[in-house]
């Protein structure tokens, strides 16, 4: 069942529909742009859920966009800032995507995700109860769950296909993927815009505990900071009046929802059950109240 004020899939008939990603449906536009549609579908545990968030695709265009202006003196971005009525002529075509929808230039992804965590929870956590560290860097002994990390660590994995799960590899690995002097700018990239970007949440109340970033390549070998960054799908956001170390603090991002399907009999893998309307309402809030914080809108 779809929701009102929801898009599960978006219609494009008259572009060339590439693909359809977890939530993101992506279209030719022409050979240097792509159009990227944020739908409102949610993945948990790497399955897509049945039932669309409302409103959330157009909050992590916004928050992502919101992002990619704070970061652009740091490195460029995908965005091409043509608006969106030179490839979606049709008025309700354009009312039906909302904020969802960006033109981007058309780059060549990197074979990996540029994870940051600055704070101990998830399988970070689980990694450092197993091992004293995380994806093979040592940290000091006696971390407590949800600790913040001395310093922030760069800890990448490979993308993974629809429905299978991301591999977390070593500096190593991803230097013998892109070659060590690619491999270092994405770390050292990662880990500035994480670090600055962390601090200025921190002002508005929420703590950002760990992200992932994507970059691509022009023709020209130059690196861009593409997908999404730091929203709620791809960044564990937490309250920062209600932090405690020491367990799992609640969170503005779709953990809210894993919380919820870890309480049921399933097995992880598709299809995925049907979410309360309660979790659906909650969830939609909880991605609102981020944009809020974050953006003042």
Request: proline letters at 7%.
């Amino acid at each position: 069942m779809t929701q009102p004020d929801a898009l599960y899939e978006s219609d494009l008939p008259h572009l060339k529909l590439l693909g359809r990603g977890k939530v993101r449906d992506i279209y030719e536009i022409d050979d240097a742009h792509l159009l990227i549609v944020t739908s409102d579908r949610l993945s948990a545990f790497d399955v897509v859920l049945p039932q669309p968030i409302p409103g959330k695709g157009e909050v992590l265009t916004r928050l992502a966009n919101f992002w990619f202006g704070r970061t652009r003196d740091l490195v460029p971005n995908h965005l091409t800032g043509m608006p969106l009525e030179e490839v979606v002529p049709d008025a309700a075509q354009r009312a039906v995507l909302g904020d969802r929808a960006i033109i981007v230039r058309r780059l060549r992804p990197l074979p990996v995700e540029a994870i940051v965590r600055g704070y101990l929870i998830g399988s970070g956590w689980k990694d450092y109860q197993k091992t004293g560290g995380v994806c093979g860097i040592r940290l000091p002994d006696g971390l407590r769950q949800a600790d913040q990390l001395p310093q922030a660590i760069f800890t990448p994995s490979t993308k993974a296909e629809i429905g299978e799960h991301d591999e977390n590899i070593s500096f190593g690995q991803t230097a013998d993927l892109l070659g060590r002097e690619l491999a270092e700018r994405v770390r050292d990239l990662s880990l500035q815009i994480y670090t600055e970007s962390a601090a200025y949440a921190r002002e508005k109340g929420i703590i950002i505990a760990d992200t992932k970033f994507e970059f691509g390549q022009d023709e020209a070998g130059d690196l861009y900071l593409i997908d999404e960054v730091l929203t709620p799908d791809s960044s564990r956001f937490w309250p920062a009046d209600e932090y405690r170390p020491g367990a799992s603090p609640p969170s503005f991002d779709k953990q809210y929802v894993r919380d919820y399907l870890e309480t049921l009999d399933w097995d992880k893998k598709a299809p995925g059950p049907e979410l309360p309307p309660e979790v659906i309402a909650r969830t939609a809030e909880k991605y609102r109240e981020a944009e809020r914080r974050l953006t003042g809108n």
